[in-house]
């Protein structure tokens, strides 16, 4: 999650210590865990101390330290890299375009690259972003609660679901119901869960539905053409912008309809289709771009020792050491070398 700035004054129980609750975060199944994510405080920063007084400190204190050292490095920082920024820009552009658009389904996004560089922490990182500024600009809202037909009714402009494997649109709907605790008898049709959870996304204001994982969902030739007119279903009856993320979902049945090109066609030009891709350092500013990243690393850490540091980024295409760090610095634009760990 976003990083805050970092500070010794963060209260103790950060990790919502005496309720049992791990201190990590999982991935939010409902909109009280969203909520949490974004309440998150990262583990501070631990104060560097000089060498000598390391070597000095007592077994209790040093392990102490460590702990929280480690425990800082383990959240540590989400690197806000070009990367991210520029599909940041351009999801925020698409929802200013959405926002007052007629009824009928937005134009939505479809985030395609391979597993683990980084898709579901952009996409994340930008509803995080896109909440606290509503926070900030609109604390009003959040005050609010409403009972509605015996239902809670509470502004939720996010909707962040991690879909599950060989998932159905009945899933899908059950999944959005589950996130905004809309209620739904056993024996509830696919068509009676997504009424219910349509009417409840319009009262509670959602405004952004990121469905992550969206490989998950049966996207085959044969059954795509189901969950995508589901799809179609649901984002014709909000008025909110859709975000999907996966792998290789520009070969997936998302992008088709039916067997027939015309088809293929109409869902393709719904969705707007985002690549995430490896880092690189072939050029000048892909190096520089590689530098800046592993800087970000190297200054959130909190290392006393002197041996080199060695780091690895997910999804990037390769190891870097600080001496590596620093040959790619004097080769980029930057001119202040990395500071070592
Ligand atoms: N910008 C970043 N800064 C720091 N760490 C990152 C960043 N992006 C991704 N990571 C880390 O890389 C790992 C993989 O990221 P993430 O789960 O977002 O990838 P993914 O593309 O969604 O993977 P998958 O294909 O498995 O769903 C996570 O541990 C995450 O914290
Ligand atoms: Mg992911």
């Keep these: 999650m976003p990083t805050p700035d970092v500070s010794d004054e963060q209260p103790e129980d950060a990790f919502f210590a005496g309720d049992f609750r791990h201190p990590g975060l999982s991935e939010p199944r409902t909109k009280e865990e969203w909520r949490d994510y974004l309440d998150y405080l990262l583990p501070p920063k631990p104060v ?29 920082v989400i690197v806000r890299t070009s990367q991210m920024k520029s599909i940041h820009h351009q999801i925020r552009r698409r929802m200013m375009t959405n926002s007052r658009q007629p009824a009928g389904a937005r134009r939505g996004i479809v985030l395609d690259g391979p597993a683990t560089l980084g898709k579901s922490t ?66 509830a049709t696919k068509s009676d869960i997504t009424r219910l959870v349509l009417d409840n996304m319009r009262r509670v204001g959602v405004e952004l539905v990121i469905i992550d994982d969206a490989h998950f969902m049966d996207l085959s030739l044969k059954e795509g053409k189901v969950v995508n007119d589901h799809l179609k279903h649901i984002a014709n009856h909000t ?47 892909e190096k520089a771009d590689w530098v800046s990243v592993i800087t970000a690393m190297e200054e959130a850490s909190s290392c006393t020792s002197t041996r080199p540091a060695r780091w690895w980024v997910s999804g990037s295409t390769c190891t870097a050491a600080p001496e590596a760090t620093s040959a790619l610095w004097r080769n980029s634009s930057e001119k202040r070398p990395p500071t070592r760990c």
């Excluded at 997936?252 to 985002?274: I, V």
């Design 122 to 187: 952009l996409v994340k990182t930008f509803a995080y972003d896109f909440e606290h500024e509503l926070r900030r600009d609109h604390p009003d809202r959040f005050d609010k609660r409403y009972i509605v037909d015996g239902l809670l009714i509470d502004y939720t402009p996010v909707v962040y679901l991690n879909i599950p494997s060989q998932a159905t649109p009945k899933d899908l709907s059950v999944a959005l119901a589950d996130y905004l605790a809309q209620p739904y008898r056993s024996g």
């Design 48 to 76: 560097l101390l000089p060498l000598d007084v390391y070597r000095n400190l007592t077994d209790q204190e040093r392990s102490r330290h460590n702990a929280a050292r480690a425990a800082h490095h383990s959240a540590l």
């Design 239 to 285: 008025a909110a912008t859709f975000i999907y993320t996966g792998v290789d979902l520009k070969h997936s049945g998302l992008f088709l309809e039916g067997a027939g090109g015309a088809r293929a066609t109409q869902t393709a030009g719904r969705n707007t289709l985002l690549h995430m891709t490896p880092y690189n350092i072939r050029t000048t500013a």
